[in-house]
């Protein structure tokens, strides 16, 4: 029999309503694996207790026959998410013993529908990060390995320590949030599904906010249908939400039929990037070919201000970080510092601060300060939003004329080392994200599939970018793609 | 434009951000690293276009001003870092 937390959420939904398996099992085998992946840092708060107690609630909701797809199904929450009474700290040391008196609302619609949370997992910190080295519980590490090099390699980020649970089986799937490419980054390096949903589709209430116009939750599985079956759990209007959409959520996993034929499909010449990987190239002609094959139509097109999306972003996303993260001065929850005799409540919020956030979070908060004080507003913030609507304007430019969807790769590389990264300057990290801060900035869909291996046999994916509210028909273009490509390489087992 | 180190202590200190001063210098490097990244945006033409304000083209949903919540006191004090009486307690901040 197969160990059961290699299941994914489909096969497992099949085998609990087939009475082959029973929750408690399948979530006792993913604790046992969490329990036993500490090499991997990506679990940073179990949560067994919890996590059997939903299970026994799961199995005698599905022994009445009335049961979401969800139900009995064990996921990986990421630290982001506030879970009521459970530690939820962003990745910070600022929020060091916070555990939230309320539930995120895409955690509580996961728990409605019967989902089990085995605990929280590894990020960067509030997101800010592409390689899960950011955060304040040590660095998330990837399970997969360049051929026998032991080499530890980043498992992406922001949302690391989800794409690592999921890649080594410590759980069916895992929440993800997307702020630059959190969600598709990590998936493409660990060879696992992301998706990051149209703007306003998941709720953010109870999600801790770093810039609030660009961050979407979303799902991150093994296969595009788990995405599929997961996306609509989460998914949904929220009255706490004022941004969430009031649109009725379609059932994802029904519009996968895998038929693509008569589609068009975009190629955007700039994201040809000078030094970009043979391997890279050569999986985004294979992706075209698949999606041609399938009966879709190739089309070049153009999305002439993608090279701004960048500056863009690290104007936008600074800005919008340094007014979310301005809450956190030691007064209400989290990390005080220690003060000295005659600090008043000025040297508290310094010194709280300065100790609470890490060195990335206080360069980020400080770039949004100084963009947005007086004097640099008109010249950084108001230009970056003006290229922000014109970013927005070429992806409607090309929808109009009768794209479905875009396809790109989703990295400029594959995963890399740990710690390789450490003497370069920040914007070479900020890099990472070229192929998919576009995407957040125009508000739309994304996701990342894996599509192939590089030379060293490290896991690469390409994303498809879908029109707004169009996540069904994305992810049937999507499973198109996953079909044809026929992925299936897993990490070996060292950890 | 280019921050020397009394911009950088400007910018942490409105960030209320303690930076030594043995640190600003290369803090203000950095700035210099990402502004010269942001640069860029100058070479845009943004001419007639308004700076976006909502990604998707929504109207805020208007709600009737009520109270649909409250006391929770205790909840609401419960991470802090020191609450006394009811209260958030902070340093004296009037003489």
New interface residues.
């Given amino acids: 029999m197969t160990d059961l937390n290699t299941l994914g959420l489909a096969e497992a939904r099949d085998k609990l309503r087939a009475k082959e398996i029973t929750s408690v099992d399948l979530t006792q085998a993913c604790l046992d694996a969490a329990e036993a992946s500490g090499a991997l840092n990506a679990f940073v708060h179990h949560t067994p207790d919890i996590a059997l107690a939903q299970a026994k609630a799961a199995d005698a909701r599905l022994a009445t026959g009335d049961a979401h797809d969800m139900c009995g199904l064990p996921l990986g929450i990421k630290d982001l998410f506030c879970t009521k009474g459970v530690a939820s700290q962003a990745g910070s040391a600022i929020l060091e013993?916070?555990?939230?008196?309320y539930e995120s609302t895409i955690t509580q619609n996961l728990f409605d529908a019967g989902a089990v949370m085995l605990g929280k997992l590894n990020m960067d910190e509030f997101a800010m990060g592409s390689s899960n080295e950011t955060s304040v519980y040590g660095n998330a590490v990837s399970p997969w390995r360049r051929g026998n090099d032991d080499t530890a390699l980043t498992p992406g980020g922001s949302s690391g320590g989800s794409a690592a649970a999921v890649a080594a089986d410590l759980c069916l799937a895992a929440t993800g949030t997307d702020t630059g490419g959190s969600i598709r980054q990590p998936a493409a390096f660990t060879g696992t599904v992301g998706i990051k949903p149209?703007?306003?589709r998941c709720s953010r209430w109870g999600v801790v906010a770093f810039a609030s116009?660009l961050d979407q939750a979303g799902p991150m599985t093994k296969s595009v249908r788990d995405a599929a079956i997961m996306l609509e759990a989460m998914a949904g209007h929220d009255a706490k939400d004022?941004?969430s959409?009031?649109l009725a959520v379609p059932n994802f996993e029904a519009m996968l039929t895998g038929d693509i034929r008569g589609k068009k499909i975009g190629i955007p010449k700039e994201y040809h990037m000078d030094g970009m990987p043979e391997d890279i190239e050569a999986l985004w002609a294979q992706g075209r070919e698949m999606l041609k094959a399938a009966g879709a139509e190739i089309v070049d097109i153009s999305l002439p201000?993608t090279?701004?999306a960048?500056?863009?972003y690290?104007?936008i996303a600074p800005a919008e970080a340094?007014s979310n993260l301005?809450r956190y001065?030691?007064?209400?929850?989290?990390?005080?510092a220690n003060?000295a005799a005659g600090?008043?409540?000025?040297?508290?919020?310094?010194?709280t601060?300065?100790e609470g956030?890490g060195h990335e979070v206080?360069?980020r908060?400080?770039?949004g300060?100084?963009?947005l004080?007086a004097g640099f507003y008109d010249a950084?913030y108001?230009?970056?939003?003006?290229?922000?609507?014109?970013i927005?304007r070429d992806f409607e430019q090309v929808f109009a004329a009768g794209i479905d969807a875009i396809l790109t790769p989703a990295t400029p590389s594959a995963a890399f080392g740990l710690g390789e990264m450490d003497n370069e300057?920040?914007?070479k990290m900020?890099l990472n994200d070229v192929f998919t801060v576009t995407v957040n900035?125009?508000?739309l869909p994304g996701i990342s599939v894996p599509t192939g291996v590089d030379h060293q046999g490290l896991p690469l994916g390409l994303q498809l970018i879908g029109r707004?509210w169009e996540e069904g028909d994305l992810l049937n273009t999507a499973y198109a793609l996953e079909t044809a490509a026929g992925f299936v390489a897993k990490p070996g087992k060292w950890w | 434009m280019s921050i020397d180190k009394d911009t950088a202590a400007r910018v942490a200190k409105l960030a209320r951000i303690k930076v030594e001063e043995d640190a600003l210098p290369a803090l203000a490097q950095e700035f210099n690293t990402i502004l010269g990244f942001i640069e860029q945006l100058n070479e845009v033409d943004v001419e007639g276009i308004e700076p976006m304000t909502s990604v998707t083209p929504q109207r805020l949903k208007r709600r009737v001003d009520e109270v649909t919540d409250g006391n929770q006191q205790d909840k609401v004090l419960k991470n802090a870092p020191d609450a006394r009486e009811g209260f958030f307690a902070v340093p004296k901040v009037v003489e």
Avoid: C, W
């Avoid at chain 1, 001065?329 to 005080?336: A, L, M, P, T």
């Avoid at chain 1, 600090?343 to 010194?351: A, L, N, V």
């Avoid at chain 1, 108001?382 to 014109?390: F, G, M």
């Fill in positions: 013993g916070f555990k939230p008196e149209t703007y306003g116009s004022s941004t959409a009031e201000h090279k701004y960048l500056p863009a690290y104007v340094s301005a001065d030691g007064v209400r929850y989290g990390h005080r003060l600090d008043g409540i000025t040297e508290m919020y310094e010194k601060r300065a956030f206080q360069r908060v400080m770039v300060t100084y963009v004080s950084y108001n230009r970056a939003r003006r290229v922000r609507a014109l927005k300057d920040p914007v900020y900035l125009a508000g707004p």
